[in-house]
């Protein structure tokens, strides 16, 4: 009788939905981020939830994990509706674990503090951190971590920092993990077995949903795809009826845009750029660049690959002169420019496209037409004996807003308003204006949407094509495939490898950004 | 002689150190829950002058005590309405309620002055000639740092003070949290100023806190926001001032006002040796919700 | 939702505040009468009532101006130093025939208005050396090392130790004047006694008060004396604590600390005041510096606080000193530092 009864339990819980949300709406100010969105998750299944950015697929899954209040909409979770007062305590006590692309870890807390930090009850004075260890040495034992429990997060590399956040909702009993872009920052080889730790763990029936907007990932491990766009749910569909081209053609509702055609690279590149064995130390001594040497020639694009956090940036911001270099040289068209300032180094002809284009590129709370000028803005026609000269600026901001297709509703709108692709379009107008011989770009095209991203990538080959030798650091890997001459790959402030792009091998290449020497 | 000198000054500085101590036991509350406590001289004042009120109109210390923590709890609940429910910068809330708590406790000490101008009863020394305020003083610090690093609540804490989107992920409210800090905080920095009224010098005047809130606030960033450190910092302080006034009577023969500029010196040294200490990574960001 | 709810109760808040202010100003303009003399009194501390002696001594004299004369008298608080001429300049505006000034301080603020309004009588009623050359001035100036030899005089003969303890805030001219009169004083009657003097740095803080007073009582002081501002229940404090006694400065401080209060050398403020009234009334208050000497300074009431004899003693001494029987001369102790 008892038996029966768990057998049957058994059999319905099978065909339960886990997560039933329905009409899901949500607006941030005036903008309607999810539009009665429809998201149904089952037990033991793994959910590609794909789409461009500003689709609206975190904000979903924040409301799934209450984060996020949504305006309408009823939410079910093992089939008990819990739309009122939705909030992570009740997510996580309900089996509901998130990873954000941005971790939540607190990085003064060691692991172990992390991991169990949620579970602890306000009542807990004096907490059993000797058990809790133990379960959790068990629990990375059934999944094959190898966490340092007692380590500051602070310290720990990217991959290692996502393990713990994926052991922390595992420890917090979550039954449905919710993947944010979780492979943005991971070495192909990191990305591999973390799709087979998500295996695992659907084995264990557990349910996954691998929020991405890179196609292939989705189709590599999802048992169905749920495609968002502009805040609308498009379709859900199984996996085996259907292909990259046509969930990309709902994603974007066009028809797959073609690579940018590859530029030819110049046949004898003369050399604009050279780096010449440049050291660079951090606050504790610690070579974060350790004696680099590298040359570009004009018309020539030198990708620079690896995972973030490798010396890439401190190379770039040396090469642009916010940074000193403790030993080595830098060279533009033959002239020593170490000890340069920034500015003459720009008038040398030196173009930056930054990283972060919020606390270098714009100033968010400018406008539109004053960003684009900043560089300039002292130099005629801009301005004469020192005081600007409001037309001549406006004449060129409106020029450069219809030149580079970049979306405001006036040129006398904060940068702050447009949306990140169009904030990036006025950091490349504002660093293309100069006519710049040499142009150093960080991550172009981080965080931007297809059709941005595209135009980006076309606007620098264009460049690249008219002479400008290009430094293209990027930890996408597709893009530097895409568009790079040569590749270097740099590992701990090393380049531990370059490659042709006739002679490139893909794995190795994996392989050296993961600091493999051998092979 | 000299023992009894030495004694007699480590008293001395621990009787000016007990009111930056419950300070900077409240500073750390407030701050290990990400908000910064700029209002902490204005909630001592005036829980210095319900100290007096309750005492004198109470007819007892306990009626004091009572009445300075209700003084905590509503100037608390004042400033985390304000600052946490609103929000509003931490840091000009904090000020303009320094600025109101003198203008409301001179109000208040005006219409009262006829009975609050007395000396009330001290307090009888409980062990060593330490005050009671003096032992609860340093036994809640001790408490604090344990309350901080080995509980599971204290964690919770300092997650909200660190990083407030990891603390909400984690299921934690942090409004709750941080009203109810500063709540806590508050109690104590009120406690402080009863320390330093009913406590020490058995009376009011206008504004009798004098910046002291703000030397426990140096005291908390020297003590890089760990209570044990906080409290050697508020030793050094209280024997700088200590130290002071035995300079005066050594007849080295130099101006006073040479020694009455030591303790303000040795503030500035201490506070500029501490450097660019690191505090909770949230600390002082206004949390909203979406 | 949450901050409309709070802009509209400080919004509401402000309303009502302003509402009352401008309620009570009206009442006040409406309660001025003209056939009374008006006397406005400026001072730069809060509340003279309770304040320190010298303050607290001036406003029980305005108040026999109020309950002997029925004049009505209008005082203005925490005036700040650079303000002093515009306010007095406002009362006189008003038609106050008296502007009293309560602190040798002030002596700018008075040069400055008294020559706009001839029609005003203009008063220092504290230390003045000087007056500006214009008729409608006068200064009650009490002799402030005289003072200090009465002081000095009580002390010494109270104190068993023989080591008498004296608290200043901030070494001003006025302060060291006096403070050299107490150890003169001291000296005259009890040639071995040890005057300590400490100064605090300011006169407010409770706390720096008390910790000095108690460091003057480990160095065996048991007879106190202060001038300091806010900061004197501080010095009180101390001298209870330490089971000491204390003289008060200018009023009876007897009832702020009945235990600890030895007694207080008081300033004649009704017969000052009173000299002040009726050469008003009769014309005669002409620019002229009255020197408030030893005939004006009086002792309180000793409540017991020393044996009938010793009392008797330091009575007949003083009273000597006002007949002129005994003379303190004048010597400066310019390095009052310490020991």
């Known amino acids: 009788m008892a038996g029966g009864t768990v057998r049957a339990a058994k059999a319905v819980m099978h065909n339960k939905h886990v997560v039933n949300m329905e009409a899901i709406t949500k607006t941030f100010g005036i903008v309607r981020a999810l539009d009665k969105v429809t998201f149904v998750l089952d037990a033991g299944e793994i959910r590609g939830l794909v789409g461009e950015n500003g689709a609206g697929k975190t904000t979903l899954m924040n409301i799934l994990y209450g984060m996020y209040q949504p305006d309408d909409g009823n939410i079910r979770v093992w089939n008990e509706d819990v739309s009122r007062n939705w909030s992570p305590r009740l997510a996580i006590a309900k089996g509901i674990g998130m990873i954000h692309q941005h971790f939540s870890l607190i990085s003064n807390h060691t692991v172990l503090e992390n991991i169990v930090m949620p579970t602890l009850k306000w009542g807990d004075i004096v907490p059993q951190w000797k058990r809790f260890a133990s379960q959790i040495e068990t629990l990375c034992g059934e999944y094959g971590f190898k966490v340092k429990l007692h380590e500051r997060s602070e310290v720990l590399s990217v991959g290692e920092r996502q393990q713990v956040e994926i052991l922390k909702a595992l420890y917090q009993g979550a039954r449905v993990l919710i993947m944010d872009e979780p492979t943005g920052v991971l070495t192909p080889q990191q990305a591999k077995s973390l799709f087979e730790l998500l295996l695992r763990a659907r084995e264990r029936g557990h349910s996954v949903v691998l929020v991405t907007h890179k196609l292939n990932e989705a189709m590599a491990i999802s048992d169905r795809i749920t495609v968002l766009r502009g805040g609308k749910h498009i379709a859900t569909v199984e996996k085996r009826s259907t292909n990259p081209q046509e969930i990309a053609k709902m994603m974007v509702d066009r028809e797959w845009i073609s690579p940018v055609m590859r530029n030819q690279p110049p046949a004898r590149p003369q050399f604009v750029m050279e780096v010449d064995g440049v050291t660079i130390e951090e606050k504790h001594r610690e070579p974060v660049v350790e004696n680099i040497s590298l040359s570009i020639g004009a018309g020539e694009i030198l990708g620079v690959a690896g995972v973030a956090g490798n010396g890439q940036m401190e190379l770039a911001e040396v090469i642009v002169g916010l940074k000193k270099p403790k030993s080595g040289r830098i060279f533009i068209g033959g002239k020593n420019v170490t000890r340069w300032s920034i500015r003459n180094r720009r008038r040398a002809g030196l173009g930056y496209i930054p990283e972060d284009r919020h606390t270098h590129g714009v100033i968010t709370e400018m406008t539109v037409g004053e960003n684009l000028v900043l560089d300039c803005v002292e130099n005629p026609p801009y301005s004469q004996w020192g005081i600007t000269r409001p037309w001549a600026i406006d004449k060129w901001a409106k020029e450069a807003v219809q030149s580079y297709g970049i979306k405001t509703p006036g040129i006398n709108v904060p940068v702050a308003n447009l949306s990140g692709g169009n904030q990036q379009k006025v950091v490349l107008a504002k660093a293309l204006s100069m006519n710049p011989k040499i142009l150093v770009a960080c991550q172009p095209t981080r965080g931007l949407d297809f059709s941005a991203t595209e135009y980006v990538r076309k606007k620098i080959v264009e460049c690249a094509e008219s002479g400008v030798a290009i430094c293209l650091i990027s930890s996408d890997l597709d893009e530097l495939l895409e568009l790079s001459h040569r590749i270097v790959v740099m590992f701990q402030g090393k380049i531990v490898g370059e490659f042709s792009r006739e002679g490139l091998n893909l794995d190795q290449l994996g392989l050296l950004m993961a600091g493999h020497r051998s092979g | 002689m000299i023992e009894s000198w030495w004694v007699d000054l480590l008293l001395a500085a621990l009787r000016a150190a007990t009111p930056l101590i419950f300070c900077a036991l409240g500073i750390l509350v407030a701050e290990r829950a990400g908000v910064l406590h700029i209002g902490v001289e204005g909630v001592m004042l005036a829980g210095a002058l319900a100290a007096i009120i309750g005492t004198v109109l109470g007819g007892n210390p306990w009626a004091g005590m009572l009445a300075t923590i209700a003084a905590g709890i509503i100037a608390g609940i004042i400033l985390a309405f304000i600052s946490v429910s609103l929000p509003t910068n931490q840091v000009v809330i904090g000020i303009a309620f320094n600025l109101v708590s003198l203008g409301v406790t001179s109000f208040l000490f005006r219409l009262l002055a006829k009975q609050l101008q007395v ?172 | 939702m949450l901050r409309k709810w709070f802009v509209s109760i400080v919004v509401f808040l402000v309303m009502t505040m302003l509402g009352l202010a401008l309620v009570g100003f009206d009442g006040k303009q409406l309660e001025a009468a003209p056939s009374k003399v008006r006397v406005g009194a400026i001072y730069s501390i809060a509340n003279p009532e309770r304040a320190g002696g010298w303050d607290r001594a001036q406003f029980a004299g305005l108040q026999i101006l109020t309950k002997e004369y029925g004049w009505e008298v209008s005082i203005a608080e925490s005036v700040p130093f650079p303000k002093l001429a515009e306010i007095a300049s406002g009362y006189a505006d008003k038609g106050f025939e008296i502007v009293v000034f309560t602190s040798s301080g002030h002596y700018d603020g008075l040069a400055e208005a008294a020559p706009k309004y001839p029609k005003t009588n203009f008063l220092m009623m504290s230390v003045a050396s000087k007056l500006p050359e214009v008729p409608n001035v006068a200064a009650f100036s009490p002799d402030m090392y005289i003072y200090g030899a009465l002081v000095g005089i009580t002390a010494a003969k109270a104190s068993k130790s023989g080591v008498i303890g004296v608290v200043g805030g901030v070494p001003i001219p006025a302060l060291k004047l006096m403070f050299s009169g107490i150890i003169e004083g001291a000296r005259s009657v009890r040639p071995k006694v040890d005057v300590i003097v400490s100064w605090v740095g300011d006169w407010v803080d409770l706390a720096k008060h008390r910790e000095v007073t108690l460091l003057q009582a480990r160095k065996g002081a048991d007879v106190f004396f202060t001038v300091t501002g806010p900061g004197t229940m501080g010095v009180y404090e101390a001298v209870e604590s330490a089971k000491g006694l204390v003289i008060g400065y200018a009023a009876d401080w007897h009832s702020d600390a009945p235990k600890a209060v030895l007694t207080s050398v008081l300033v004649d403020v009704r017969k000052m005041y009173k000299e002040m009234a009726d050469a008003f009334l009769a014309k005669t208050l002409h620019r002229k510096i009255t020197k408030i000497d030893a005939s004006y300074f009086k002792l309180a009431d000793f409540r017991g606080k020393v044996s009938a004899g010793v009392e008797k003693d330091i009575q007949d001494t003083i009273n000597k000193i006002q007949r002129g029987e005994i003379t303190i001369p004048v010597k400066m102790h310019p390095d009052i530092v310490g020991k």
């Open chain 2, 119 to 290: 000396l009330v009863p001290a307090i009888p020394p409980l062990l060593f000639g330490l005050s009671p305020f003096a032992l609860a003083a340093i036994v809640l610090i001790v408490v604090m740092w344990w309350f901080l690093f080995w509980t599971g609540p204290g964690l919770k804490l300092r997650s909200v003070g660190e990083n407030t989107h990891a603390a909400h992920a984690s299921g934690i409210n942090v409004v709750y949290v941080r009203f109810a800090a500063l709540i806590i905080a508050s109690v104590l920095a009120a406690l402080g100023g009863a320390a330093l009224t009913m406590g020490w010098v058995r009376s009011f005047t206008d504004n009798v806190t004098l910046g002291r809130g703000f030397i426990a606030l140096a005291a908390v960033y020297f003590g890089r926001w760990n209570p044990l450190l906080a409290l050697s910092a508020c030793l050094i302080f209280g024997a700088g001032e200590a130290l002071a006034f035995r300079g005066q009577g050594t007849g080295a023969g130099l101006n006073p006002h040479y020694y009455l500029m030591l303790p303000y010196i040795l503030t500035l040294l201490v506070v500029g040796l501490a450097g660019m200490a690191r505090g909770p990574g949230d600390a002082g960001k206004p949390y909203l919700r979406r």
